[in-house]
């Protein structure tokens, strides 16, 4: 069984910094391309980054220099890294994997708040 859980949300000030984690299991890991997106209330879900099987790695211009993703091939997680958030950062922030040949599992999400 696929599995993507994602942790790490929370309440944070705007300035504030978070990281995010998905951990996966039931797939071999390192040969899938992992990706971050975000839902925003009454939004679309938004693609945020992208880290290849290799390491590579593209981000959406808006979040550009404010965050930051990895993964770790030997935990099987991957990693987000969030500075200066702000409130329009506010958001379900979701994982997701996919195969080669297209196959995709998401996780369930974790909630971001960014308010006073």
């Known amino acids: 069984q696929v599995q993507l859980v994602e942790s790490g949300g929370d309440l944070v000030q705007p300035g504030g910094s978070l990281r995010l984690s998905c951990v996966v299991s039931g797939i071999d890991f390192s040969a899938y391309v992992m990706e971050w997106y975000r839902q925003a209330p009454e939004k679309e879900r938004e693609w945020l980054t992208i880290i290849t099987q290799k390491g590579n790695t593209n981000y959406l211009e808006s979040v550009k220099g404010r965050f930051t993703i990895s993964r770790d091939n030997a935990k099987n997680m991957v990693f987000l890294q969030m500075n200066n958030l702000q409130p329009e950062d506010t958001a379900v922030y979701y994982c997701?994997?996919?195969?080669?040949?297209?196959?995709?599992?998401w996780g369930r999400g974790t909630q971001v708040t960014v308010s006073n």
């Open positions: 997701r994997a996919t195969s080669q040949a297209g196959v995709r599992y």
